[in-house]
């Protein structure tokens, strides 16, 4: 994909962001096996990661507290709306062709407008709990790992 049209893509996917939030596109880092793009508000940064051919994630931070963040994925965890992923998917990556990227990017930006609004809005108090459960997943992972490595 030309970056011209990942730019393209991007613009409009999270225009919402940046009218209705007041997000600004702060950075972009383009190489040719992976892209970030990262908005911010006055409390929040979002920072989509996209490596070629893969599935989207964005990261969700308090831009006042570094170490303030998760992933829209555990946020989706935590509301009910997804199931915690087994500790063998983490060891996996989910392709993703490029025809599916603006529909993905675009269900992504609906799921964090509809559930995410209060880390939108600077109220981060839910983040501990993202970041308990993400802790227990990497020592999940880490046991999973312990269990499966060759000998």
């Known amino acids: 994909m030309k970056k011209s049209v990942f730019e393209r893509i991007i613009t409009k996917t999270f225009r919402g962001l940046e009218a209705r939030h007041g997000f600004?596109?702060?950075?972009?880092?383009?190489s040719s096996k992976a892209c970030t793009v990262q908005f911010?508000?006055?409390?929040?940064?979002?920072?989509l990661h996209y490596e070629i051919g893969e599935e989207p994630w964005l990261d969700?931070?308090?831009i006042k507290d570094a170490k303030?963040?998760?992933?829209?994925?555990?946020?989706?965890?935590?509301?009910?709306?997804e199931k915690?992923?087994?500790p063998a998917?983490?060891?996996?990556?989910?392709?993703l062709a490029e025809k599916d990227l603006e529909p993905a990017l675009e269900k992504m930006n609906q799921l964090l407008l509809e559930y995410g609004m209060d880390f939108i809005n600077g109220d981060f108090s839910l983040m501990p709990?993202?970041?308990?459960r993400a802790?227990?997943?990497?020592?999940?992972?880490?046991?999973?790992?312990?269990?499966?490595?060759?000998?």
């Open 89 to 95: 998917a983490a060891f996996h990556s989910t392709p």
């Open 40 to 47: 911010q508000n006055a409390t929040t940064g979002i920072t």
């Open 129 to 132: 709990a993202l970041q308990k």
């Open 24 to 30: 600004k596109k702060s950075e972009a880092v383009y």
């Open 135 to 151: 802790k227990q997943y990497a020592l999940d992972c880490e046991r999973y790992l312990a269990l499966h490595k060759s000998k």
């Open 60 to 62: 969700i931070a308090d």
């Open 84 to 86: 915690t992923p087994a």
């Open 68 to 81: 303030n963040k998760s992933t829209l994925g555990w946020l989706l965890v935590e509301r009910g709306i």
